[in-house]
């Protein structure tokens, strides 16, 4: 367990003394989301029937390029040998580092996601599941990305790789993450969604470390 | 030029200036707010909500300008490399950014009653929210590097990219909301009489007294941080000349 | 100095060997057939012009790189637990693993805390055995190269652990700090620690054993998925 | 002039050699549109109202992810200082490294572009126009992005920090672009935009190659 | 050996200088008031201990990083165009810039290019001279420490230029390559090139002159936007 702590402590203390780092994430969010208006038209209702979906995609998008260097640095400077020579279970490892970079980068894309609804005009029923949905499906969405960033560990273009690699893994979380948002939106219960999104997030836990350990391994062979 | 850029001769004129501009923020304040917000005309169509526009406008004119300000520190520490000027850019920044918030927030909250909406992608509205995007790249950047001097330099290289672009936002912009809606701001603009200007040019010096003095607050920490630094640094050389062994 | 025995002191004295080891890197056979054995306070030096693989068999040592053929043992043990063996050792490559932003100090105890516990007498201790106390409160970002070099070297006093191996560990130092490392080499093997070194230079280890992997060239050079013909070059 | 040729002939034989490269940020575009019809929902009305504007900011997103790295290889390896060291003009470089880029992957972007347009039901009318508008519209993009690529050399999060400050030179381009197939679509004429376009891009030729410069000669010091 | 001297001929003979010079770093000054002075056929060995500022002077020298005070001059004309500069010199430090996808040859030929024009007989010798012409088809990433860092010296032979600035070139190097390097270095000066080296080893130039950077200790530290200071310092 001090290995878990330890390793926790540190990323957060990087991530601390790095607070731009955060703010970042959260300003690629907005303007991504902003890009749409520009795209699609100013109109309202336009607007306000895709919101529930392209916040999703955006914030996916977010997570995504963030992750994209979440074991590159420590794989480049050698930190990861190191990390593996430790003797501590790697799965171990892997959750403390997704967990910092969650509560850096997820917890911040959650906070700001009502500010971007106002501006795409998200009916008012919608805020609620919206925020819950986020908070079931980021974890998730970190889980699946810290294995793609680990198998794309050494590669010239990771991000895009990264990309290419989890956008289609994410589309589960997408599509009852959007569901959640537009049933409540039109009258429905959201409950079914959000329910399905927990379990997707229990799932991720269990698997999605042991697939990272293993890809992070073969990185450092 | 040299004599501007030596830190000492700065904080000279600067300290002269700091009461003056602190009072002067102070005194604005307390006389403009009142006026502002209770003995000013209501509007005959907005009633008091139109008090707002002592808030708003202001704000949105202090931003547009520390914008310039900030390019024009950042180009002088490019150019001649003074280090001061460089300074005055980075405090700048985060004061530019609040002002921007502040007219972004005093507009969304006044769109809500008078267009029944917080946002609409409207041009002006548009082109400040761009502009409180180029404020946190420059803060962004400046922050991101592992040597803050690094961080000096590409963030000033960023706000001399921004400073270009901001026309081309506005005009391209304004063309583009023509194609969808009309632009929505024209139809307070016709009764701002005298009773509006004066709370409305009481705000606009309170605010730039107060950012003068918070920009001189700043200057003055940013030299005090560096001084710490340096001295810490010292010690640590003192021990180096200590220890001949290494 | 009399610190220094202290810092190394290993809790399990042990031997270390390994028979018939082969390595492939980029479908070629680096080598193969290699055999070596350490005993508690034991030293081995690597050597062989560039390119021999001598990088290559630290990382085979450590576990992280598989080896094609042969077996490690520890206390005479084969080795089937990369995990538990890793406990048992350090690496120091050229790869320093140093984060920027933090201090020289906040690196070093990073790494005893994830590997022992912390325990600042030892952290000081071992700062000051490569020089580096004066800048323990420094960014690591503002080291130079040798500087940082020393910080990676502190880590092997920070946690005991019997194997020491060591990639070309001169590499950008002065000559006092080669000296403490001579030191904090000696050290370490006088309290039963064993230390593989790969190095060019005038070696750290005076009278260690010497294994030269440029007896392996000319290289057998074989088909990278042909597993028998790397039985067959042994 | 050798120089130009030199860098142009490796860049372009690197890309080549990694062909994957430009396969993958086609692959992130082709993804990242698809994730649309997810999260909005599938009615083709609504998706060929939204669908020039999504084709556009998926490209702009895209193309960001790849111009990401576009000098930060060249940096860590060094090969940056030996670039500045050669004493040949760095806008040149820039304009060389940039070309290279543009040719392995934005040409890329165009040509399949098409393809996902049926996707999202885009109007016969419109597919002319969102050609042309890319084709025009994309070195601007990789032009600009490569100011914003070489200012962020050296930090940590590069990606985020990237679409951060890029993403908001990018609006006039993706106004022009999308208003382009709008007024086709519409039964306007798009030569307007299509003129602005081009405009931006001379506008960004002879800007973009020296603030690179400047930032890239600060990079190595 | 004797197609080295044609290897290292020099199209400008000249002299190179520099006069109180000073450098910050993270806000302290590394080094102040510093003069050297080279001419053809000269070396300059730079020493002190880790930290003392060699690689920082390499890189003013070489004009990437600027120097906080003082000027350099080359042919006693000082010089104010650091691109004319530039390609007076080359530059090799613990950055290698080679390109893993390229072969051997590939990235040496893209150097020549740049700098020069193609010249295939040039790049056999180049290659030859630091023992690389077998591998010259392989791809680089398959290449050990050791044979990078010589693929990297090897680019000083693919395009003439007076002024050579090494950062510790002995790294990692075996002994017959570190003697390929002595004797590169031997030829190039016999043509009349200069040669400025740092290093903690033995050193490669035997007859140069030694600037010794540790003599700078204690540094004099300033304010770091303080301009006058600086001047004061010198
Ligand atoms: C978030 C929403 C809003 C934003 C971002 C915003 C932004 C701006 C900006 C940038 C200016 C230009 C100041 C200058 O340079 O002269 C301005 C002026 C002004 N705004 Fe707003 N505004 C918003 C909402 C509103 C609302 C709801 C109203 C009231 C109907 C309003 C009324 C005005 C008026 C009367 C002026 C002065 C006009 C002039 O002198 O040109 N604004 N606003
Ligand atoms: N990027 C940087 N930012 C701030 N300070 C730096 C930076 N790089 C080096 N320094 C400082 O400058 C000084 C000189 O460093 P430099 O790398 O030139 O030393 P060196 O003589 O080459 O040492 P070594 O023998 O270890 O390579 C060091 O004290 C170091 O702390
Ligand atoms: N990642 C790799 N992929 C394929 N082949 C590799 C890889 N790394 C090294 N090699 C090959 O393995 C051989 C041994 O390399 P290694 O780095 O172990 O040599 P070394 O003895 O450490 O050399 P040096 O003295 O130069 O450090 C080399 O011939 C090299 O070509
Ligand atoms: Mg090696
Ligand atoms: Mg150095």
């Known amino acids: ?221 | 030029m040299h004599r501007f850029a030596n830190p000492t001769q700065f904080m000279r004129i600067a300290n002269a200036i700091f009461p003056w501009a602190a009072g002067l923020a102070v005194v604005l304040f307390v006389f403009g707010l009142p006026i502002a917000l209770i003995t000013s005309p209501a509007d005959y169509q907005q009633g008091d909500t139109v008090r707002i526009l002592y808030l708003h406008v202001p704000a949105a004119i202090m931003a547009e300008l520390i914008y310039y300000a900030m390019a024009a520190g950042s180009a002088a520490f490019l150019i001649w490399r003074h280090p001061m000027a460089n300074l005055v850019a980075k405090a700048s920044a985060p004061m530019g950014a609040m002002f921007t918030a502040l007219c972004l927030i005093c507009g969304m909250l006044w769109g809500e009653p008078m267009w029944g909406t917080f946002w609409v992608w409207d041009a002006r509205l548009t082109s400040t929210l761009i502009m409180f995007f180029f404020y946190l790249g420059y803060l962004a950047l400046g922050d991101a590097f592992e040597d803050p001097e690094r961080g000096d330099r590409a963030s000033a290289i960023l706000a001399l990219v921004g400073v270009v672009n901001v026309p081309i936002i506005k005009f391209s912009v304004n063309w583009w909301n023509t194609l969808h809606q009309p632009a929505s701001l024209s139809l307070t603009k016709s009764n701002m009489t005298g009773d509006m200007l004066l709370p409305l040019f009481l705000m606009l010096g309170a605010y730039s007294f107060f950012y003068l003095a918070v920009l001189i607050i700043r200057v003055r920490s940013e030299l005090l941080a560096a001084k710490i630094r340096n001295a810490r640094m010292s010690q640590i050389a003192g021990h180096e000349a200590a220890q001949p062994a290494e | 100095m009399t610190g220094e025995t202290n810092l190394s002191q290993t809790t399990t004295a042990g031997s270390f060997s390994g028979a018939g080891l082969a390595c492939r890197r980029g479908g070629r056979l680096v080598f193969t057939g290699l055999n070596f054995k350490l005993t508690a306070g034991g030293a081995l030096v690597l050597r062989g012009p560039n390119g021999s693989g001598k990088t290559t068999l630290l990382r085979v040592m450590a576990g992280l790189t598989p080896s094609a053929a042969g077996t490690m043992s520890w206390n005479d043990k084969v080795i089937d637990d990369p995990d538990a063996h890793a406990r048992n050792l350090r690496l120091i490559t050229h790869l320093d693993a140093i984060k920027p932003a933090l201090t020289v100090s906040e690196n070093l105890s990073f790494w005893m805390t994830l590997w022992n516990k912390p325990d600042d007498q030892r952290l000081q201790k071992a700062l000051q055995a490569f020089d580096l106390s004066r800048l323990a409160s420094y960014p690591a970002r503002l080291l130079s190269a040798g500087q940082r070099h020393r910080l990676a070297l502190a880590r092997l006093l920070v946690a005991p652990a019997p194997l020491w191996l060591l990639d070309e560990p001169g590499n950008a130092l002065d000559t006092a700090s080669r000296d403490a490392l001579a030191r904090a080499i000696l050290a370490h093997r006088a309290a039963g620690g064993m230390v593989i070194v790969a190095s060019h230079e005038a070696t750290f280890v005076s009278d260690g054993e010497t294994l030269d992997l440029g007896l392996f060239t000319p290289k057998t050079v074989v088909h990278w998925s042909d597993d028998e013909s790397v039985e067959a070059a042994e």
Not at chain 1, 61 to 87: I, K, N, P
Not at chain 1, 113 to 126: Q, Y
Request: net charge negative.
């Open chain 1, 1 to 221: 367990m001090s290995v878990f702590s330890a390793l926790l402590a540190r990323d957060l203390r990087l991530a601390l003394r790095q607070s731009a780092d955060s703010l970042t994430v959260v300003a690629f969010f907005a303007i991504a989301t902003v890009l749409f208006p520009f795209g699609v038209g100013p109109e309202a209702n336009i607007l306000a029937r895709i919101s529930g979906g392209v916040l999703w995609v955006t914030a996916l998008l977010a997570a995504l390029l963030s992750l994209d260097r979440v074991f590159t640095v420590d794989y480049e400077d050698g930190t990861l040998d190191q990390l593996v020579l430790s003797g501590a279970p790697l799965p171990l490892v892997v959750i403390a580092k997704v967990l910092a970079h969650w509560l850096t980068t997820g917890l911040a894309l959650i906070i700001v996601s009502p500010l971007l609804a106002i501006t795409l005009h998200l009916p008012m029923e919608g805020y609620a599941p919206l925020l819950l949905a986020l908070f079931l499906g980021t974890p998730t969405v970190s889980l699946i990305g810290a294995v793609g960033a680990a198998l794309v560990l050494g590669t010239r273009r990771g991000g895009v790789l990264l990309a290419l690699l989890v956008l289609p893994l994410y589309i589960p979380v997408l599509i009852f993450g959007t569901a959640a948002v537009e049933s409540a939106v039109t009258g429905i219960s959201s409950d079914g969604p959000l329910l399905v999104l927990g379990g997707l997030a229990v799932l991720a836990l269990t698997l999605c470390p042991w697939a990272t350990s293993a890809a992070l391994r073969q990185a450092v062979e």
